[in-house]
């Protein structure tokens, strides 16, 4: 019986191995100490499972999955990982080890969403607008701003209320994933889906820029190097397209009028977007002179607004996945132990995945030395007759 089950063990079994690990930040040494002393094995050879030189018995997976807190058939299953990993604002002092920690969990839980979505048999919610929209063509970042606008039904002096939403409705599947490290988020692939990883932890403005500017990726990704664009050309018709989507050059120039502040702060808070971003789009634009841009630069560093803006900028959330979850088990159409075997993830990180989700907060949870506050992992409705259930 043993032996059938190897059997079914991919060649991919080492990547995952390799993955649990480093999603738990624990090195192979580590690892082996943590190993039953029955099933004790040396950092060598949890090296050698993840090298794919040597397969684990059954019994050391299953004692290598209590240890990543993973179930066994995440391991056994059939999966696709994340390629052609590229991160946004990653900071020079991040080290590999961090990086490789934040990747296994970024696949760990885009894994899950694939896979719930998959087994509940979703209806498409994420349609490939772009071919339509997009056609090969070489438009200018302003030209495609323009026609995404215009498909949303927006016109300039309207808002895109959910740069998130936008950006799953053009096919690519998003996660929140915190990072105690500098990085805004990511973007990879998982097999041909597109896929983008944000940061809650990122301040409400640049979270929606960081969105709509991975959106330009996913437009432009088919034609990119058929056009001869190098990585620098890429990122600055990224960031274009990004800003002309979140506030049309038209609503730029009044944005500038009169030299007020408050003015700006009143189309940051109406269109979603940051003072910086206005500032350099206005000098780029020429709506502003550069003496008038480095005054106002002067003014954000004198005032302490370059880490803290002021002005109130709604945050757009990618928890379509949470969404599923929580509405899966509450219709009763998953049960806690069969998402569990469906995502292959443990039941009490799915609990606390809703839990997070539910938190409003920017920090992560436990900073600052106070005790998490209790949330309960799905909040549940009322019953149809209106009996009120109880809270968990």
Not at 106 to 112: F, L, M, Q, T
Request: hydrophobic share 40%; net charge positive; with cysteine.
């Amino acid at each position: 019986m043993a032996k059938n089950i190897v059997d079914r063990v991919d060649r991919n079994l080492a990547r995952r191995l390799r993955e649990a690990r480093q999603e738990t930040g624990l090195s192979s040494r580590a690892v082996a100490e943590k190993m039953p002393r029955r099933l004790a094995v040396s950092y060598v050879t949890i090296a050698s499972y993840e090298k794919g030189t040597t397969v684990p018995p059954v019994d050391v997976l299953a004692a290598l999955a209590d240890i990543y807190k993973r179930t066994l058939n995440w391991f056994l299953d059939k999966r696709e990982g994340l390629t052609n990993f590229r991160y946004r604002n990653l900071k020079a002092r991040v080290g590999l080890a961090e990086q490789r920690h934040f990747e296994a969990l970024a696949g760990k839980w885009v894994d899950a969403y694939v896979k719930l979505e998959r087994y509940l048999k979703e209806p498409p919610r994420r349609t490939d607008r772009s071919k339509s929209l997009f056609s090969g063509q070489d438009m200018e970042p302003a030209q495609l701003a323009a026609a995404v606008r215009k498909m949303l039904g927006l016109d300039d002096d309207r808002a895109v209320q959910n740069t998130v939403s936008v950006l799953e409705s053009f096919s690519a599947l998003t996660v929140e994933l915190r990072a105690s490290f500098g990085i805004d988020g990511a973007a990879a692939r998982h097999g041909d889906k597109f896929v983008v990883v944000l940061n809650p932890n990122t301040n409400s403005d640049r979270l929606r820029m960081n969105a709509a500017h991975e959106l330009a990726h996913v437009l432009y990704d088919d034609c990119k190097h058929d056009l001869g664009w190098n990585d620098a050309v890429v990122e600055r018709r990224a960031y274009d397209f990004a800003s002309l989507l979140l506030l049309p050059e038209s609503q730029l120039i009044p944005a500038f009028e009169g030299r007020s502040f408050l003015r700006l702060i009143q189309y940051k808070e109406k269109f979603g977007v940051s003072l910086a971003a206005m500032i350099y789009r206005g000098e780029q634009s020429r709506i502003i002179n550069s003496t008038t841009a480095r005054w106002l630069w002067g003014e954000l560093s004198r005032r302490g607004w370059r880490t803290s803006e002021p002005g109130y900028v709604w945050r757009d959330r990618a928890i379509s996945f949470e969404m599923m979850l929580e509405s899966a088990i509450q219709t009763k159409a998953l049960t806690w132990s069969e998402a569990e075997r469906v995502t292959g993830v443990r039941e009490d990180e799915l609990r606390q995945r809703l839990t997070d989700a539910t938190d409003q907060t920017n920090g992560a949870p436990g900073t600052g030395g106070k005790k998490d506050r209790e949330l309960p992992s799905s909040i549940k409705f009322p019953s149809p007759g209106g009996q009120i259930p109880a809270t968990e």
